[in-house]
Every structure is written in structure tokens, then in C-alpha cells.
């Protein structure tokens, strides 16, 4: 007998009774008496049933009609919270609001019990996060891989000013969205040595032995997509020792030692490493890197041999893998071992199955994130990977290499696999790009850079495997998640299709020049500022008017990205004002999100400097409220979503050059924050995009920068030049600030002695003159919001749909299978 379906309709009724069951049932808690947290738990479990039944059917369908599937793989994703972004994605929203209102419950206050999943550092992490959303939502056959980290990032707080690192144990309660897939764990290999053997037929065979063995088990979240029925899943692995117990040991009765090795395999997936956008060669790190492969791989083969019967020739027509920066560029070589030493496939077939699967996203120029391992670490932990990477290296450069530069030794020394200046080194982004058919940047400026710089030679043999993607945001977490005020005056306005097809905001141009939808615009805007205030009163204990200018500059914490350029800005105008105090100046907000990796000492300390900045300039009643300055403590996806609908204005301030795309700037000009900016990264592409009279543009350009450099720069022509900078420099590294002139000498050191390395100096007069300009085109309203209007109404081309179709489209030769009821 089949027994009668539960009930997994979407109406108010249903869902009040899946959310009173899994109360009951699984929760064991009563309706009267449940926390807070049951009550979120609850309402989680019942939207994850109605997801989990299209995630089985549209797993069914992908392997019933046999598509190409592609598989990312990411050692982060920043995904955040997830509970409202289903509701909304699933149109569950309202329906689960009045069901949760009937029995006495207010679901926005409930959303605020999930902590964030914060498994990702930065831009890459959230990128995947995205990507994962628009997968979903455009119909693509696809599963994300990465590590199910038990601390995620960690969480920031501020004592006297500087930072203070605390562990994010995220799920230490569990979380309702992930489940265990135990029948698919695998086992992973480490250490030990290579032996050659000989096959029944005599060919020799490599075979790794005497390895260490870890578990993965793997965690499956489902992803929803918006209005689509597909739902993709994200596989996260989780290690675990390969014996519960060691019996030797156990036997002669020591307990507590036989559990140390458990305890050991298990600190692989432990932390997250707090590093953005640099490599750290840990030996830990890259066991981390090679675990997660490792497992998804054989997961991926798994799959591959289950479902068909087919030659190993077939199979990059079943799987596309996308390595997501080079953490996960030990695949190629793993990929090789499987069909060379396993499977035993001649060496020539397994590698072009191997270049026909893989392709490679570089996400950075900044040379101290390009991942190299030293060869004696490599070769301890993966003997055998080193092996076929000697031997890719070798056919590589005697091949592709001689034929096109013929004797060249400089060529080959500069395409090797192989670093052999000051030690020897295996260098993971050539290896990326040679055992891949696609490399891409990220954004226009930043491939052209990769093309005629980094892979300048291996453009040169290869032009056809690089291309442009530009990055994109998933416009439904930010747009229609974090600021559904604007979603639904836009939806009013033009209708519902621009959810799918973000170019259609285009028709909210005219609109900018109507007063009453510009009131109605403005009105949106400063109801978040009203409630922005309020986090800021809460948590930084400091009052700023909603009517103040709030200029946001929200990123990871690092030199590159320039808050110190932020901060001399601001103390220059701090300068002003006491000198100044009749001045016509429109009253400023300076709001800062940031985290810094917790080894990177001159970022902990440009922190510190903006908190003492800060301190002053708050409490010195000569300001009064012309001049605000916050550091939001812990920055993360979740107060994100609550600071970016309330930016007037988006700091994109990097040195040019430098950030490869960027992702932030594009989720602030959605929400109508106008851009301050370099012409870098994806900056260049939003001035194209909104017109430049509608984006303040400053600074110098890619090109401007290399000839500074080449000329010689030095920041003490500028310092001796400019008398206003000179005493901004100069009152910094004061004891003003704190009361003891050491404490930022790391920082003025940094910009005079150090050489500015970011060309702080070099950008600061026209900066500030470009700061000067947003104070006056604020004064101005009416202009102000319509520049605004029309930034949330451009900047549809950087919707993460419009970036994943074209990676289907030029990458991965993927079809759109869209999933029934
Ligand atoms: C880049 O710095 C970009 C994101 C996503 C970052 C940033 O400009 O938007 O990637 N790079 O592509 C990175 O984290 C390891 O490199």
C-alpha cells in the first residue's frame, strides 16, 4: 500500500501545519511553550520539505535524460542566511508570513535567529553564492562542492578600537537546511609513497601506497532558485578519521590516545583560513584543497559510472568542472591519476579528457595570491601529484612550447609548472590554465590585464582559451531580499519581468525624471537610513541623522582596496570644518564594514586608525553632526543586506589595476548608491553602463599607474607638494588621535618611508576633489535622485543570470533543463 502523501501545499493552512508538526514531531516542543528558535527551526524544516521533493526530482531528471552537468568547485561560500531568500525565491513568502502571523508569530523577527553561513572570506565566496542562486534559477544542471567548514569566518569585534578574532562556531545548534548523504561518503588518500608496478598485460602502473586515509561525508543544502522548479544542491565534505578507533592502541588500554588520531583527521575541515586574496602555504591548507577535490571527483566518476555505460572518451560531455581561483587546481592532476593510474587510460586520452573538463576563473592579479607550493611540502603530502605534474611540465614544455619558441630557455622558465628561483615551487595558476580549455577573467579590464600581462606567453600560445566574464549579483538577495520597498515600487512601475530579465529595468529610465516616483523613490531610501541609524545607534553607540550624506565603503580590509585613502579624506575634512566652520558642507556619514586576516598587521592597523578618527571627530562638539564616522563591527552577508539599501554614496577606490572586478559596487548602484570610483575592476564597466555623468570617477588609470612606476615614484614628492596633505599625514601620525604618536607610525611608514606601494599619495588631490563634487551634487536632491534612479536602472547587465548563461553558453556548452511541477 503506498501510504497517502503528506501535505506539502503551499497555501496558509498547509504550511501552518507543517511548521505545528515539525514542532511536535520534531522538535518535540509544544506550541504554547516553543522558543524562538524552535519556532525558526520549524518554519526552516517546513519550506526545506517543499524544496527537498523538486532538489530529488530535479536530480532524476538531470541523470534521466543524461545532460552535461556542470560542477563548481569553491573552497568558500558565503551564502549568509537563508530562510528569507528561499521564501522569496519559492514565492512562499507571504503565505508562510500569514500562517507564522495566525499562531501569534512575526516571521522578520524570526529570520533574525539564523546565523549567517559564513564559509568564505570575501568577493569569491560570495560569488559562488551567487552563481549557486542563478544556477538554480535559470534552469542549469548543477552541483557546488566545497568544504563544510565547522567555523566559518571569524567574528569581529573591536576592543579600544582594534580588532579582536573570535571563532563563528555557525552550526554549532545543526541548521535545518543541510542534511547528511552517508551513502555517498568517500575516502580520500594522503602522504605515503609511489611504487611502480606492472599490470596483467606488463604496462608499467604507478601505484600510491602506504597512504593515510580520511573520510568525507558529504552535507547536501538545497538551492532554490527564483520562480524555477530546478533545485541544485550544494555538497559540502566534512572529515572524518577512517577508524573510529585505533584497536591496536585501544587494546593495550589507552583510550584518550586512540582518539587523537580522530581527533586529528577532523581539524581538516575545522576553519575556514581567514586569508582573502592571498595565498598562505600551509600544510594544512592544502590538505584542505586536495580533501575536498578528492571527494567531489570521485564523486563526480561515481555519478559518471552509475549512470551510462559509457568510454572514458564520454566523459566531459556528462561533466564540466569549474575551478573557482586556483584552490581547487589539484583536480587536473587528480583527474590525471584517476584515468592514468586507476582506470589505466594511455597518458595522451586521459589528458584531453582531462583539458576538455576543467576550466579556470582567475580572480586576481595581486601576486601574493598566486597560489605556489613548495615541491618538498607538495611532494610529502601528494607523491604521486607531483609526479604527473613533472611529467605535464615536461611534455608541455618540449612540446607546445619548443615548437612555438624553439631554444627559447627564458620562455620556458617563464611558462614552467615550476618556480625555480629561490627554491622550487609548483606554481597552481599555469597549471590551471594549461590542463583547462577556458581561462576567464572577471571583469573586462582585469582579462585584458591577465591576457597582456600574467599569461601574457601563454596567451600567446593559446589566444583561444581566454575570455571575459564579467562578474554579477544575484538581484534577488540584493534587490529583492534586502530591499523589497524598491522591488516592489519597481514592480509596480514596469511589472514583475525584470526578475528574470534584468536588462528591463532599462524601463525605469524615464521614470526618473517624474517627481512623484522620485518622492516615492527618496522615501524608500531614507526609511533604510532611518533603520541603519538605529543598527549604528545600537551597535557602534553613536546618533546620525537619516538626513546626513552616508557614504559606504564595505569590503575586506586591505591595502589595495585603500581605507586609508578613505580615512585621509576624512581627516582632511575634519581639518576643514574646526578651521572652517561656516563652510557650506552637506553633513556626512563614514560607514565602514570591514574585517582584516587576522595576520595582516598594517590592515589591524589602519582599522585602529579609523576608530580613533572616529572617537574624535564623533565626540568633538565643534562637529557637532556635520561629520560622523562608524565602524560597523563584523561585517558580514547579514548586515550587508541592512547597510547596502541605505548607501548614498559606494566607495570603489581601489588603485587601478588592482581589484579584479569587484562585486560590491555593483550591489550598491542597484540600490542606487552613485559609485566614487577608480577606473578599475568592473568600475569601468558601470560608468559604460550609467552614463558618466552619472558616477564620480577619480584617479589614475591602469595605464597612468605603470608610467608613474616607471618614472619612480615617490610619495614624499607629494607629501612636500600638497600642504593640505601634508598636515593630514602629519596629524594622523600625531598623538592626537590616542594620545601617543606611535601608535599609526605603521601607517605613515607605509605611505612615506615604505614607498605607498597603493599609490595613496598619488590619488589623494583628486579624490578629494571628486569628495568635493558629491558634497555639492548632493545639495542638489532632485539631481541626486535622479543620478540614483537611473544607476538601480543600468546596472542590469551585472545581474549573475546574465554571467551564468554566458558560462553555459562559452564555457560549458550546457543546456537549459527546465524542471516540471
Ligand atoms: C577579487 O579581489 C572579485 C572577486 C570575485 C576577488 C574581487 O575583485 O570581485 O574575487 N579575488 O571575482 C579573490 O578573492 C583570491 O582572489
Same mark, same amino acid.
Given at each position: 500500500? +503506498?501510504?497517502?502523501p503528506?501535505d506539502?501545499?503551499?497555501?496558509?493552512?498547509?504550511?501552518?501545519n507543517?511548521i505545528?508538526n515539525h514542532l511536535?514531531?520534531t522538535?518535540?516542543a509544544?506550541v504554547?511553550?516553543?522558543?524562538?528558535?524552535?519556532w525558526w527551526?520549524?518554519?526552516?524544516?517546513?519550506i526545506?520539505?517543499?524544496?527537498?521533493?523538486h532538489?530529488t $526530482?530535479?536530480?532524476?531528471? !538531470?541523470r534521466?535524460?543524461g545532460v552535461?552537468?556542470?560542477h563548481?568547485l569553491?573552497?568558500e561560500?558565503?551564502m549568509g542566511r537563508?530562510?528569507? &531568500?528561499?521564501?522569496?525565491?519559492?514565492? *512562499?513568502y507571504?503565505s508562510?508570513?500569514?500562517?507564522?502571523?495566525?499562531?501569534?508569530?512575526?516571521l522578520?523577527a524570526?529570520?533574525?535567529?539564523e546565523?549567517d553561513?559564513?564559509?568564505?572570506n570575501?568577493?569569491?565566496?560570495?560569488?559562488? %553564492?551567487?552563481?549557486?542562486d542563478s544556477?538554480?534559477?535559470?534552469?542549469l544542471?548543477a552541483i557546488?562542492?566545497?568544504? !563544510?567548514?565547522?567555523f566559518?569566518?571569524f567574528r569581529?569585534?573591536f576592543?579600544?578600537?582594534k580588532?579582536?578574532?573570535h571563532?563563528?562556531?555557525?552550526?554549532r545548534?545543526?541548521?535545518p537546511w543541510?542534511?547528511a548523504?552517508p551513502?555517498?561518503?568517500?575516502?580520500?588518500q594522503?602522504?605515503?609513497r609511489?611504487?611502480?608496478?606492472?599490470?596483467?598485460?606488463?604496462h608499467p602502473?604507478s601505484e600510491w601506497?602506504e597512504? $593515510?586515509?580520511?573520510?568525507?561525508?558529504?552535507w547536501?543544502?538545497?538551492i532554490?532558485?527564483?520562480d524555477?522548479?530546478t533545485?541544485?544542491v550544494?555538497r *559540502?565534505?566534512?572529515?572524518?578519521?577512517?577508524?573510529?578507533?585505533?584497536?591496536?592502541v585501544?587494546n593495550e588500554g589507552?583510550?584518550v590516545?586512540a582518539?587523537?588520531? $580522530?581527533?586529528?583527521a577532523?581539524?581538516v575541515?575545522?576553519?575556514l583560513?581567514?586569508?582573502?586574496s592571498?595565498?598562505?602555504?600551509?600544510?594544512?591548507?592544502?590538505?584542505q584543497q586536495y580533501?575536498?577535490?578528492?571527494c567531489?571527483l570521485?564523486d563526480?566518476?561515481r555519478?559518471f559510472k552509475?549512470?551510462?555505460?559509457?568510454?572514458w572518451?564520454?566523459?566531459p560531455?556528462?561533466?564540466?568542472i569549474?575551478?573557482?581561483?586556483?584552490?581547487p587546481?589539484?583536480a587536473i592532476?587528480?583527474?590525471m591519476r584517476?584515468l592514468?593510474?586507476?582506470e589505466?587510460?594511455?597518458w595522451?586520452?586521459?589528458?584531453k579528457?582531462?583539458?576538455?573538463?576543467?576550466?579556470?576563473?582567475?580572480? +586576481?592579479?595581486?601576486?601574493?595570491a598566486?597560489?605556489?607550493?613548495?615541491?618538498?611540502?607538495?611532494e610529502r603530502?601528494?607523491?604521486? !601529484?607531483l609526479?604527473i605534474?613533472?611529467?605535464?611540465?615536461?611534455l608541455?614544455?618540449?612540446?607546445?612550447v619548443?615548437?612555438k619558441?624553439?631554444?627559447?630557455s627564458?620562455?620556458k622558465?617563464?611558462?614552467?609548472?615550476i618556480?625555480?628561483?629561490?627554491g622550487?615551487?609548483?606554481r597552481?595558476?599555469?597549471?590551471?590554465?594549461?590542463?583547462?580549455?577556458?581561462?576567464?577573467g572577471?571583469a #573586462?579590464?582585469h582579462?585584458r590585464l591577465?591576457c597582456?600581462?600574467?599569461f601574457?606567453d601563454f596567451y #600567446? /600560445?593559446y589566444p583561444?582559451?581566454?575570455?571575459?566574464?564579467?562578474?554579477?549579483? +544575484?538581484?534577488r538577495?540584493?534587490?529583492?531580499v534586502?530591499?523589497?520597498?524598491?522591488?516592489?515600487?519597481?514592480?509596480?512601475t514596469i511589472?514583475?519581468?525584470w526578475?528574470? &530579465?534584468?536588462?528591463?529595468?532599462?524601463?525605469l529610465?524615464?521614470? #526618473?525624471?517624474?517627481?512623484?516616483?522620485?518622492?516615492?523613490?527618496?522615501?524608500? $531610501?531614507?526609511?533604510?537610513k532611518v533603520v541603519?541609524?538605529k543598527?549604528?545607534?545600537d551597535?557602534?553607540g553613536?546618533?546620525?541623522?537619516?538626513?546626513?550624506?552616508?557614504?559606504?565603503?564595505i569590503?575586506r580590509?586591505?591595502?589595495?582596496k585603500?581605507q586609508h585613502?578613505?580615512?585621509l579624506n576624512?581627516v582632511?575634512?575634519y581639518?576643514e570644518i *574646526?578651521d572652517n566652520p561656516?563652510a557650506d558642507?552637506?553633513p556626512?556619514?563614514?560607514?565602514?564594514?570591514?574585517?582584516? %586576516?587576522p595576520?595582516?598587521?598594517?590592515a589591524?592597523?589602519?582599522?585602529h586608525?579609523?576608530n580613533?578618527v572616529? %572617537?574624535k571627530? &564623533?565626540?568633538?562638539?565643534r562637529?557637532?553632526?556635520k561629520?560622523?564616522?562608524?565602524?560597523l563591527p &563584523?561585517y558580514?552577508v547579514?548586515l550587508?543586506?541592512?547597510?547596502?539599501?541605505a548607501?548614498d554614496?559606494?566607495?570603489?577606490?581601489?588603485?587601478?589595476?588592482k581589484?579584479?572586478?569587484?562585486?560590491?559596487n555593483m550591489?550598491?548602484?542597484?540600490?542606487g548608491?552613485?559609485?566614487?570610483?577608480t577606473l578599475?575592476?568592473?568600475n569601468?564597466e558601470?560608468?559604460e553602463e550609467?552614463?558618466?555623468?552619472?558616477?564620480f570617477i577619480?584617479? /589614475?588609470?591602469?595605464?597612468?599607474v605603470t608610467?608613474?612606476?616607471?618614472?619612480?615614484?615617490n610619495?614624499w614628492d607629494y607629501?612636500?607638494a600638497?600642504?593640505k596633505?601634508?598636515?593630514t599625514?602629519d596629524w594622523?601620525s600625531?598623538?592626537?588621535f590616542?594620545?601617543?604618536a606611535?601608535?599609526f607610525?605603521?601607517?605613515?611608514r607605509s605611505? *612615506?618611508?615604505?614607498?605607498?606601494?597603493?599609490?595613496c599619495l598619488?590619488?589623494y588631490?583628486?579624490?578629494v576633489?571628486?569628495?568635493?563634487k558629491?558634497d555639492a551634487?548632493?545639495?542638489d536632491q532632485d539631481?541626486w535622485v535622479k543620478?540614483?534612479i537611473?544607476?538601480?536602472?543600468?546596472?542590469g547587465?551585472?545581474?549573475?543570470?546574465r554571467t551564468i548563461?554566458?558560462?553555459?553558453?562559452k564555457v560549458?556548452?550546457?543546456?537549459?533543463?527546465?524542471?516540471g511541477?
Amino acid at each position: 500500500m +503506498t501510504p497517502a502523501p503528506c501535505d506539502l501545499g503551499n497555501s496558509k493552512d498547509s504550511l501552518k501545519n507543517s511548521i505545528i508538526n515539525h514542532l511536535r514531531f520534531t522538535l518535540g516542543a509544544y506550541v504554547e511553550s516553543a522558543s524562538k528558535n524552535d519556532w525558526w527551526v520549524a518554519t526552516c524544516l517546513a519550506i526545506r520539505d517543499r524544496v527537498m521533493d523538486h532538489a530529488t $526530482k530535479s536530480r532524476t531528471l !538531470h541523470r534521466q535524460s543524461g545532460v552535461r552537468r556542470v560542477h563548481y568547485l569553491s573552497l568558500e561560500y558565503l551564502m549568509g542566511r537563508l530562510l528569507e &531568500n528561499n521564501l522569496r525565491n519559492s514565492g *512562499l513568502y507571504e503565505s508562510t508570513k500569514a500562517a507564522l502571523g495566525e499562531m501569534g508569530k512575526d516571521l522578520d523577527a524570526l529570520l533574525d535567529c539564523e546565523p549567517d553561513m559564513g564559509l568564505g572570506n570575501g568577493g569569491l565566496g560570495r560569488l559562488a %553564492a551567487c552563481f549557486m542562486d542563478s544556477l538554480s534559477t535559470v534552469n542549469l544542471p548543477a552541483i557546488g562542492y566545497g568544504i !563544510h567548514y565547522e567555523f566559518g569566518l571569524f567574528r569581529q569585534e573591536f576592543v579600544n578600537g582594534k580588532q579582536v578574532e573570535h571563532p563563528d562556531a555557525w552550526m554549532r545548534d545543526g541548521s535545518p537546511w543541510k542534511i547528511a548523504r552517508p551513502s555517498y561518503r568517500q575516502t580520500v588518500q594522503l602522504y605515503g609513497r609511489v611504487v611502480q608496478k606492472f599490470d596483467d598485460c606488463g604496462h608499467p602502473r604507478s601505484e600510491w601506497v602506504e597512504t $593515510k586515509a580520511l573520510l568525507g561525508l558529504p552535507w547536501d543544502i538545497p538551492i532554490v532558485g527564483y520562480d524555477s522548479h530546478t533545485v541544485n544542491v550544494l555538497r *559540502l565534505w566534512q572529515a572524518q578519521a577512517d577508524e573510529d578507533f585505533n584497536f591496536q592502541v585501544f587494546n593495550e588500554g589507552s583510550y584518550v590516545e586512540a582518539l587523537r588520531d $580522530k581527533a586529528i583527521a577532523e581539524t581538516v575541515s575545522k576553519v575556514l583560513y581567514p586569508n582573502d586574496s592571498t595565498e598562505s602555504g600551509k600544510e594544512l591548507r592544502l590538505v584542505q584543497q586536495y580533501f575536498f577535490v578528492a571527494c567531489s571527483l570521485a564523486d563526480i566518476v561515481r555519478r559518471f559510472k552509475v549512470g551510462y555505460t559509457l568510454p572514458w572518451s564520454e566523459f566531459p560531455s556528462k561533466a564540466a568542472i569549474q575551478l573557482n581561483d586556483t584552490h581547487p587546481a589539484v583536480a587536473i592532476p587528480e583527474l590525471m591519476r584517476i584515468l592514468v593510474d586507476l582506470e589505466g587510460l594511455p597518458w595522451n586520452e586521459a589528458w584531453k579528457i582531462c583539458q576538455e573538463t576543467f576550466a579556470y576563473t582567475n580572480h +586576481t592579479l595581486l601576486p601574493e595570491a598566486l597560489e605556489m607550493w613548495s615541491v618538498s611540502l607538495f611532494e610529502r603530502v601528494l607523491p604521486r !601529484h607531483l609526479q604527473i605534474i613533472y611529467q605535464i611540465n615536461q611534455l608541455f614544455l618540449e612540446g607546445d612550447v619548443e615548437a612555438k619558441w624553439p631554444g627559447d630557455s627564458e620562455k620556458k622558465r617563464s611558462l614552467s609548472l615550476i618556480e625555480e628561483r629561490g627554491g622550487k615551487y609548483v606554481r597552481m595558476a599555469n597549471l590551471s590554465v594549461l590542463g583547462s580549455h577556458a581561462t576567464n577573467g572577471v571583469a #573586462a579590464l582585469h582579462t585584458r590585464l591577465l591576457c597582456e600581462r600574467l599569461f601574457a606567453d601563454f596567451y #600567446a /600560445l593559446y589566444p583561444d582559451r581566454f575570455l571575459n566574464l564579467t562578474n554579477g549579483i +544575484t538581484f534577488r538577495r540584493w534587490l529583492d531580499v534586502c530591499n523589497p520597498q524598491l522591488s516592489a515600487l519597481i514592480t509596480e512601475t514596469i511589472g514583475e519581468s525584470w526578475k528574470k &530579465n534584468a536588462d528591463l529595468l532599462r524601463n525605469l529610465d524615464p521614470h #526618473a525624471d517624474d517627481p512623484a516616483f522620485r518622492a516615492r523613490y527618496a522615501k524608500i $531610501k531614507r526609511d533604510h537610513k532611518v533603520v541603519l541609524a538605529k543598527i549604528i545607534e545600537d551597535e557602534c553607540g553613536v546618533t546620525v541623522s537619516p538626513d546626513a550624506l552616508f557614504d559606504v565603503q564595505i569590503k575586506r580590509l586591505h591595502e589595495y582596496k585603500r581605507q586609508h585613502l578613505n580615512l585621509l579624506n576624512i581627516v582632511t575634512l575634519y581639518r576643514e570644518i *574646526l578651521d572652517n566652520p561656516n563652510a557650506d558642507f552637506h553633513p556626512r556619514v563614514f560607514i565602514f564594514g570591514a574585517k582584516a %586576516a587576522p595576520g595582516y598587521f598594517l590592515a589591524k592597523n589602519i582599522i585602529h586608525a579609523i576608530n580613533a578618527v572616529a %572617537a574624535k571627530v &564623533n565626540n568633538d562638539p565643534r562637529v557637532g553632526d556635520k561629520l560622523k564616522v562608524v565602524f560597523l563591527p &563584523n561585517y558580514r552577508v547579514s548586515l550587508a543586506e541592512k547597510i547596502i539599501p541605505a548607501s548614498d554614496l559606494s566607495e570603489q577606490i581601489s588603485t587601478a589595476g588592482k581589484e579584479a572586478s569587484g562585486t560590491g559596487n555593483m550591489k550598491l548602484a542597484l540600490n542606487g548608491s552613485l559609485t566614487i570610483g577608480t577606473l578599475d575592476g568592473a568600475n569601468v564597466e558601470i560608468e559604460e553602463e550609467v552614463g558618466s555623468e552619472n558616477i564620480f570617477i577619480f584617479g /589614475l588609470t591602469v595605464e597612468e599607474v605603470t608610467e608613474l612606476r616607471a618614472k619612480g615614484y615617490n610619495p614624499w614628492d607629494y607629501y612636500w607638494a600638497n600642504e593640505k596633505l601634508r598636515n593630514t599625514i602629519d596629524w594622523i601620525s600625531s598623538d592626537y588621535f590616542t594620545g601617543n604618536a606611535e601608535e599609526f607610525q605603521p601607517l605613515r611608514r607605509s605611505l *612615506l618611508d615604505h614607498g605607498d606601494p597603493y599609490l595613496c599619495l598619488a590619488d589623494y588631490q583628486s579624490y578629494v576633489d571628486a569628495q568635493a563634487k558629491v558634497d555639492a551634487t548632493y545639495k542638489d536632491q532632485d539631481k541626486w535622485v535622479k543620478m540614483a534612479i537611473l544607476n538601480t536602472a543600468r546596472v542590469g547587465k551585472f545581474s549573475s543570470d546574465r554571467t551564468i548563461l554566458q558560462y553555459a553558453e562559452k564555457v560549458w556548452n550546457l543546456p537549459q533543463v527546465p524542471i516540471g511541477e
